[in-house]
């Protein structure tokens, strides 16, 4: 079987208990998508690889806030066609969760029901939809990413973009404590990549002066 098939049989398996949750495949991103609200999406994103004979599994959450979005994409330099699917908080569920279980190796003849017993239980399920509710919610992200800005977190792991949302909400909630959360994120920035993003981070500052609430 053709590694496209199989990918298109594990994502038929998984499908009709997310479409009751209103969440549908995409193909073209390979996420389940629902928007449950004007400006929020949820996403499933579904990471299925060939390691032959078998097929690599990983999920990662995402929820996407098109207001901070917005702000991002006005000096992040990512191109128009790709500005539209930037999370605002996610990361992979084996590291949300802590289990490393829920990355794991399907094998052939069983992949399917593998797959569907590790991402379908019922704690699971709940799960899913606790985190969506909490990072849909302006406030919570704030809570994450700014009470303690030098604090990694598997919600949002990459420094940069960790920086940047916790910067853009810090901005957004109208913190009076700004100034030390930015002073915070350049210290991260800093010891990040040699530094390479901390002009980034410095064009997105001027650019928030600049804005109205």
């Not at 199989?6 to 073209?28: D, H, T």
């Not at 990471?47 to 999920?59: C, K, M, Y």
């Not at 829920?102 to 985190?131: G, N, S, T």
Request: charged share 30%; net charge positive; glycine share 6%.
């Amino acid at each position: 079987m053709k590694f496209s098939e199989r990918k298109a049989g594990i994502v038929a398996a998984l499908s009709p208990e997310l479409m009751e949750r209103g969440l549908r495949y995409q193909a073209s991103t390979a996420r389940f998508i629902r928007k449950p609200a004007p400006g929020c999406t949820h996403a499933l994103h579904l990471l299925l690889t060939e390691s032959a004979p078998f097929v690599r599994l990983e999920l990662h959450l995402a929820v996407r806030l098109d207001a901070v979005e917005k702000i991002f994409h006005r000096t992040s330099g990512y191109e128009k066609k790709y500005q539209s699917g930037t999370p605002t908080m996610g990361g992979s569920l084996d590291a949300i969760t802590g289990n490393r279980q829920l990355r794991m190796l399907l094998e052939p003849d069983r992949e399917r029901q593998q797959a569907r017993a590790l991402l379908l239980d019922a704690p699971l399920l709940d799960f899913y939809e606790e985190w969506f509710a909490k990072f849909s919610d302006l406030a919570n992200i704030d809570r994450e990413l700014n009470d303690d800005p030098r604090r990694e977190t598997p919600n949002r792991p990459m420094p940069w973009l960790r920086c940047s949302t916790g910067i853009i909400v810090a901005w957004m909630r109208g913190r009076p404590d700004f100034a030390g959360i930015a002073d915070a994120y350049r210290d991260v920035l800093r010891a990040f990549s040699n530094g390479f993003y901390l002009p980034r981070f410095e064009t997105l500052l001027a650019d928030l002066a600049t804005l109205e609430r």
